[in-house]
């Protein structure tokens, strides 16, 4: 994300997590006036996307995303639109229009975005892309719960490189806590979802760790900078993300100690912990 588009994913979203967000210029309405060309392909995996992200999220949450190419869209939510490539860059997913209401998702970037990020080795565990996309569509409700919280005027003032990772880590939080959250009602079609997101999420973290051990051979026992400080001025590292992301929600000490010997390896980068020890 660039700071004039994010006074905001990936995976984000993300220049490292896939998404990018903007505060228009103009009030409009329509994914269209955007110059967003819609992609009618995608609303099958995108809808569902939408639909796990709203689950999980609950009836009593702030943020409401709705699907915006369909009749029910609430002007309440926050509309999802598909769309084609035009546009976007190369590895861009997700974008977030404050004046618009609207998160705008590119899904053929996803394919570029995860050869980029883990590789092609044989041993990567295959990922559903509907609940990836899903737990990015989280990180996106996450930037608009602090758009929810925070006055405009005090956004712009503070839109600094520093700033811009200070929202990323806060919408992870978000996403981890909102999982956390739905997994606490077993048995429900809310907790599925949830257990559902979090192996997902399980599953990048092998992948990410594999892709550096494998594809970077002898990087980690060197703390190679590369592979743990971060990639630019406006994302933490992705790997550190989605750990920290894993061991907030499960909270389990294998988990912990993960991330901890990740932290010790980035060699005093940043000092960000994701979430409060």
């Known amino acids: ?30 994914a269209e006036r955007f110059g967003i060309t819609d992609s009618p392909g995608d609303h099958p995996i995108v809808g569902r996307a939408v639909a796990t992200t709203s689950t999980v999220l609950g009836t009593q949450s702030t943020v409401r995303i709705s699907a915006g190419w369909t009749e029910n869209n609430s ?13 976007f860059g190369q590895n861009e997913i ?22 980029t ?10 990922m559903d892309t509907q609940n990836l996309l899903a737990y990015m569509l ?33 919408a992870d939080e978000f996403a981890g806590n909102a999982i956390a959250r739905a997994l606490d009602a077993k048995g429900s079609e809310r907790g599925v979802a949830a257990a559902k997101l979090a192996m997902t999420l399980s599953q990048l973290s092998w992948n990410l760790s594999a892709h550096r051990l494998l594809d970077n051979f002898g990087g980690t026992i060197l703390n190679k900078p590369s592979l743990f400080g971060d990639s630019g001025l406006s994302h933490p590292n992705l790997e550190w993300r989605i750990l920290s992301v894993n061991a907030a ?26 979430f409060p020890r």
């Not at 990936?10 to 210029?25: D, E, K, M, P, W």
């Not at 002007?75 to 546009?87: D, H, L, R």
């Not at 977030?96 to 998160?103: R, V, W």
């Not at 053929?108 to 995860?114: I, K, P, V």
């Open 117 to 126: 990020h883990l590789g092609t080795n044989d041993v990567l565990l295959g």
């Open 75 to 87: 002007k309440a939510s926050f509309n999802v639109y598909a769309a084609m490539p035009t546009g």
């Open 138 to 170: 989280l990180h996106e409700a996450g930037h608009i719960s602090e758009w929810n919280k925070t006055q405009t005027a005090s956004r712009k003032d503070s839109a600094s490189q520093v700033s811009q990772k200070a929202m990323e880590i806060a």
């Open 249 to 274: 929600i499960t909270k389990s000490e294998a988990a912990r100690q993960i991330l901890d010997d990740f932290e010790r390896r980035r060699n005093g980068d940043t000092g960000y912990h994701l």
């Open 1 to 30: 994300m660039k700071t004039a588009c994010r006074v905001a994913l990936t995976i984000v979203f993300l220049t490292v997590l896939g998404c990018r967000n903007f505060s228009a210029s103009s009030p409009a309405q329509e």
């Open 94 to 115: 997700m974008a977030s229009y404050e004046e618009c209401a609207c998160i705008v998702v590119q899904k053929a970037a996803l394919s570029g975005w995860l050869k």
